[in-house]
């Protein structure tokens, strides 16, 4: 198992270079991963998922969205299949970059109504303010009206909350008791203890100044005072800063029944090992695009076969940074063109017309850095989506 069967593959390709020329490049030898969970996992892992686009829909992408209902159910079992929870709704999904909430909710719903179907499979889902706009927002009341209205909804559909950050907050809340007002009243009325999204403004600069100050140290400081009050409501708390030490700090001042997910798409692998004062669960966008090799990295993980994890996931973190890198809020393109290269889709086409965010030259790289880290499911499939792709903007085969 997983190891290459070829030194080398007889697959090939053109790909564009930094330097304006064009590279004949061979494909390494193909890695196989399990297509469900073998054994058990010591991590809760969750992939934030994306929404697969409706191609054929007579829409206008920029203003309303179409979604291809039965691909996105689809793979969402692909994810549950492999041991993985599913953060539904979330930014992955373009909550907020093209994603409503009234479209959203419809996503909540269908989710947790196949999760259900597929023995109470492992979903959270995201409850925001984003119905509200920013500029309508006149007061923290506001913000707490809309965070009610969103949870009462995903609660009404029989789900389990991620709390999102919010762009309203962010706006009108000037100190750390504002933020103490809005989720101590929220928090006191869930259901079931939720999960805390800290998202870092790389991911939404909306979202500048979270926590009421744009002081990191400061801000944390007022994030694990509120969670640590509320501890008997908040199941864990991910943390999307890109910051690997300010992540581990954070765990370290969590009450004991908090769960840390990391949510570093830069350095996922090494957080999730953990060392000898702790380790992080998961709740990351890149496992999307590596469900299967996250899946058996973590199986080996938990069979206390730490070489076998780095060994597997290792070599996705540079496809990850390179899928993140800035501007990082369109890391989504890069997640949607690894389904798609994967064959969990049929086309490159994005809500709200997102497919355009990337260059040519950063999807040539991310088909590199994923053959060599083995995630081509398919490799003749992927070379010949490719090829397409490259084809279209100027590159023959």
């Known amino acids: 198992m997983n190891k290459p069967v070829l030194p080398m593959s007889s697959l090939s390709l053109k790909l564009p270079t930094a330097d304006r020329s064009i590279e004949t490049y061979r494909l390494a030898a193909s890695r196989t991963f399990p297509a469900k969970l073998e054994g058990t996992l010591n991590r ?7 929404v697969v686009a409706d191609p054929l829909a007579d829409n206008v992408p920029w203003l309303t969205s179409a979604i291809d209902w039965d691909r996105t159910i689809a793979f969402r079992e692909h994810i549950w299949d492999l041991g993985l929870g599913v953060a539904e709704a979330m930014d992955t999904a373009q909550r907020g970059m093209g994603l409503d909430w009234p479209t959203s909710l419809e996503l909540i719903q269908r989710s947790v109504k196949a999760a259900k179907a597929k023995g109470n499979a492992l979903v959270f889902s995201g409850a925001g303010t984003d119905h509200l706009a920013a500029e309508d927002a006149k007061s923290i009341d506001d913000v707490i009206r809309a965070y009610e209205e969103q949870i009462a909804a995903v609660e009404k559909a029989g789900g389990r909350i991620i709390l999102m950050a919010s762009r309203a907050l962010a706006k009108l809340g000037r100190s750390a008791d504002d933020y103490a007002k809005v989720y101590d009243r929220v928090l006191g009325q869930v259901r079931e203890p939720v999960i805390i999204h800290w998202l870092g403004d ?12 744009a002081d990191l140290d400061r801000a944390m400081d007022t994030a694990v005072a509120i969670i640590n009050a509320n501890a008997a409501k908040v199941d864990g708390v991910k943390v999307s800063l890109l910051d690997k030490q300010r992540e581990i700090d954070m765990r370290r001042r969590l009450d004991k029944n908090v769960r840390m997910y990391t949510g570093d798409d830069f350095n996922y692998a090494e957080l999730i090992a953990g060392d000898d004062k702790g380790f992080s669960h998961a709740l990351l966008g890149i496992f999307d695009a590596i469900a299967p090799a996250a899946s058996y990295a973590l199986s080996r993980l938990a069979a206390g076969d730490a070489a076998g994890f780095h060994d597997v996931l290792g070599p996705t973190v540079p496809l990850s940074r390179h899928i993140f890198r800035a501007p990082t809020r369109f890391y989504k393109t890069g997640i949607v063109f690894m389904a798609w290269l994967n064959g969990h889709q049929d086309h490159f086409t994005m809500v709200g017309g997102q497919e355009s965010t990337r260059s040519t030259l950063h999807l040539a790289e991310l088909f590199r850095l994923a053959d060599k880290a083995g995630l081509l499911s398919n490799p003749e499939m992927a070379t010949r989506r490719m090829k397409t792709v490259l084809a279209t903007r100027g590159i023959e085969p």
């Open 44 to 50: 809760v892992a969750f992939s934030a998922a994306h």
């Open 202 to 213: 790389m991911f939404d600069p909306a979202l500048s100044g979270y926590w009421g100050t």
